[in-house]
Nanobody
């Protein structure tokens, strides 16, 4: 089970830090990702982090402003969001997928690559 938290309302230019708490299993061998879905739009990739070494990948729209991280000891993933824009307004979802050892340093940006999903947390950015 994945549970997101940290969403809220913030002014443009502000920051938020989302957290994703994993429970029910150990997510140490899992790649993690964040996705978002704005009203009347399809869900899109935001950021991803590999199981080991913390290799990261970002969507062009979030690169340089967002930072994804994880703490395997705590079964947590995070998304630090800076310089927020009104177009960042969306429901943000945490996702996880178990990966074989061969892909220990691989990130995944496709929704279909992920098996487990959280319920989402709302992020609203006012202009």
């Amino acid at each position: 089970q994945l549970v997101e938290s940290g969403g809220g309302l913030v002014q443009a230019g502000g920051s938020l830090r989302l957290s994703c708490a994993a429970s029910g299993r150990t997510y140490n061998s899992y790649a993690m990702g964040w996705f978002r879905q704005a009203p009347e739009k399809e869900r899109e990739f935001v950021a991803a982090i590999s199981w080991v070494r913390g290799t990261t990948d970002y969507a062009d729209s979030t690169k340089g402003r967002y930072t994804i991280s994880r703490d395997n000891a705590k079964n947590m993933a995070y998304l630090q969001m800076n310089s927020l824009k009104p177009e960042d307004t969306a429901v943000y979802y945490c996702a996880a997928t178990e990966v074989p050892l061969l892909y220990y340093n691989t990130t995944f940006s496709r929704q279909e690559d992920y098996r487990y999903w959280g319920q989402g947390t709302q992020v609203s950015v006012s202009s």
